[in-house]
């Protein structure tokens, strides 16, 4: 099977007039989006530079730990945006409208990018969750909350480039919390706007609250969206989705079958399994039943303990927490010991909840 590194060698050399863009492209678009642009590419859609140009001032501008993706985005990424400068398919891409938002004080991580391409065509990609605790504490907080601040960023985003960009075809699309991320935007811009945009695609987004995902905005957007998983899928199946989806093959393990450097491809494909493996299912329906029994007071309590207990040792991102894994142990075992006892019994009792749940299903699961 095929990787993104064997699409672009034996693809690459395709311009998009001669092999329209596709789902792969996209996720390849979507992965580059996880690299750090500032000052690189503006703000504004109006200026614009050659994919090429970027990737040769990234290089040579960037310090090694600016063009490092952090702990949790393949290195991978770096040689994807070298092979992709390179190649006559996206070396000349156009890059625009970069918009990176991090605060930790509101809990907000988001970020976006604009990229042009076969004359008049544009793939608004919102990056996924980064290194940042923040990037994932926000992904946490919609166990609670119907919208987090990303989410409302990325209304404005879309809406801004869909009045400034007058493209043909327009899609949007993000892998992990980007997939999130862009079905929220579409579901809840206006609907004149709405008409602009051809395609919506979400690479193992995680989901919507069932009350979210059922509202009328959310399924008027369906008939527009394409949604893919990997088959043992984990952070897509986080919470409620659309059902109608496709099933990639991965070689990744577990969780790490989310690093779509896993994923499998065929030509300008993905290669499709038939459903998600049974692994995937037993996570699906147990975290959800789970899920759904905790009141939403007490999902904002664990997320908040867990959360307050990481900042506790000071680290930004998970790449700190990992390289001062002794010091940041330490930290987390005495913040945890010194909380409130009926905050911590609360904590304590909630993952043993879902453990238990797991304990009771996985006979029958494996059964299967």
């Known amino acids: 099977m095929q990787d993104f590194f064997d699409y672009l060698k034996w693809r690459g050399d395709l311009s998009f007039e001669h ?5 792969i492209d996209a996720l390849i678009l979507c992965q580059i989006a996880y690299l750090d642009f500032s000052g690189l590419v503006s703000e504004s859609f109006k200026d614009s530079i050659l994919l090429s140009e970027a990737a ?13 993706p952090g702990l949790m985005i393949n290195t991978k990424t770096l040689d994807l945006l070298s092979d992709c400068a390179q190649s006559r398919r996206f070396g000349d891409v156009k890059l625009c409208g970069y918009v990176n938002h991090y605060n930790r004080d509101i809990t907000e991580q988001f970020c976006a990018i604009s990229f042009l391409y076969d004359n008049k065509k544009v793939f608004i990609a919102f990056r996924g969750t980064d290194d940042t605790i923040v990037g994932w504490k926000e992904d946490f907080e919609l166990a609670f909350k119907e919208s987090v601040p990303s989410q409302k960023d ?16 327009i899609t949007v699309g993000g892998h992990s919390k980007g997939g999130n991320l862009a079905i929220y935007a579409a579901a809840h811009i206006r609907e004149s706007l709405l008409k602009k945009l051809n395609k919506v695609l979400n690479f193992d987004g995680p989901g919507f609250l069932k009350e979210v995902l059922d509202s009328l905005p959310f399924q008027k ?16 199946m986080l919470f409620e989705h659309d059902p109608n989806y496709c099933v990639v093959h991965s070689d990744g393990v577990f969780v790490m079958q989310h690093d779509p450097f896993t994923w499998n491809l065929f030509g300008p494909q993905f ?21 759904v029994g905790l009141s939403p007071d007490n999902r904002r309590q664990f997320v908040e303990t867990i959360f307050g207990v990481l900042e506790s040792t000071g680290a930004t991102t998970n790449s700190e927490l990992a390289e001062n894994w002794l010091k940041s142990a330490g930290a987390m075992i005495k913040a945890f010991s010194s909380l409130d006892k009926d905050i911590r019994k609360s904590a304590i009792d909630t993952m043993d909840g879902f453990f238990k749940l797991v304990r009771q299903n996985l006979p029958q699961m494996l059964k299967k």
Do not use: C, H, R
């Open 56 to 68: 040769s001032l990234f290089f040579e501008n960037k310090t090694a730990e600016q063009q490092s």
């Open 19 to 23: 092999s329209p863009f596709n789902s």
């Open 271 to 291: 290669a499709l399994d038939e459903q998600l493996d049974k692994s995937s299912q037993f996570f699906n329906s147990t975290f959800n039943e789970w899920f």
């Open 221 to 236: 957007v369906m008939g527009k969206t394409e949604s893919y998983y990997p088959q043992g899928s984990v952070i897509g």
């Open 154 to 169: 990325a209304v404005e985003y879309l809406e801004s480039a869909l009045n400034s960009l007058k493209y043909k075809e």
